[in-house]
T-cell receptor, first 115, second 114 residues
Framework: DAGVIQSPRHEVTEMGQEVTLRCKPISGHDYLFWYRQTMMRGLELLIYFNNNVPIDDSGMPEDRFSAKMPNASFSTLKIQPSEPRDSAVYFC?????????????FGEGSRLTVL | GESVGLHLPTLSVQEGDNSIINCAYSNSASDYFIWYKQESGKGPQFIIDIRSNMDKRQGQRVTVLLNKTVKHLSLQIAATQPGDSAVYFCASGEANQAGTALIFGKGTTLSVSS
């Protein structure tokens, strides 16, 4: 089992550029989550999907952020246009459906720096 | 709103000592709690969990205690080792609600000196 795979691991971009982060969840997991981690705010839930359908996107900071899950094995988080305050580590996590053991399996994260 | 927080952002211990990391939560509906460990440059990893029908659960060198009356939980690490140095997060959720996500606290950085 390869675990949750995220790419890129590191991204440095300039303000105003489009950023796309990618995630491949663990095969067979019904839920996929995007979290953002900063020193100030800790781990914040941005959005999560169940069976490829977005369930709760209330954590998405602004319209500049969008997430998609076109199939069970792939999800993207896009920021357009990016701003310096978007600099953070973005984590993707997945878990099976019910019974909900609650355990999330995290990827290694994508560290984004917006200059 | 719902929140999960830790009492201390940092904790420094000597190798071999026992460590106790504390966490408070606000959502009375939370019935499931997890502790995660995050090493530098990596994603959080599951350590141990506990459900609200329990007040204590033990793993290998770790024990989680839950006090629902005061909405507090703690993680105890016995005989702390340098490899335990990491950031520790508590998280809460509703186990029977498939459509809910874990809410994480901000983390406590544990530093173990030998």
């Amino acid at each position: 089992d390869a675990g949750v795979i995220q790419s890129p691991r590191h991204e440095v971009t300039e303000m105003g550029q489009e950023v796309t982060l990618r995630c491949k969840p663990i095969s067979g997991h019904d839920y996929l989550f995007w979290y953002r981690q900063t020193m100030m705010r800790g781990l914040e839930l941005l959005i999560y999907f169940n069976n490829n359908v977005p369930i709760d996107d209330s954590g998405m900071p602004e319209d500049r952020f969008s997430a998609k899950m076109p199939n069970a094995s792939f999800s993207t988080l896009k920021i357009q246009p990016s701003e310096p305050r978007d600099s953070a580590v973005y984590f993707c996590a997945s878990r099976p459906g019910l019974p909900n053991t609650g355990e999330l399996f995290f990827g290694e994260g994508s560290r984004l720096t917006v200059l | 709103g719902e929140s999960v927080g830790l009492h201390l952002p940092t904790l420094s211990v000597q190798e071999g000592d026992n460590s106790i990391i504390n966490c408070a939560y606000s959502n009375s509906a939370s019935d499931y709690f997890i502790w995660y460990k995050q090493e530098s440059g990596k994603g959080p990893q599951f350590i141990i969990d506990i459900r609200s029908n329990m007040d204590k659960r033990q793993g290998q060198r770790v024990t989680v205690l839950l006090n629902k009356t005061v909405k507090h939980l703690s993680l105890q690490i016995a005989a702390t080792q340098p490899g335990d140095s990491a950031v520790y997060f508590c998280a809460s959720g509703e186990a029977n609600q498939a459509g809910t996500a874990l809410i994480f606290g901000k983390g406590t950085t544990l530093s173990v000196s030998s």
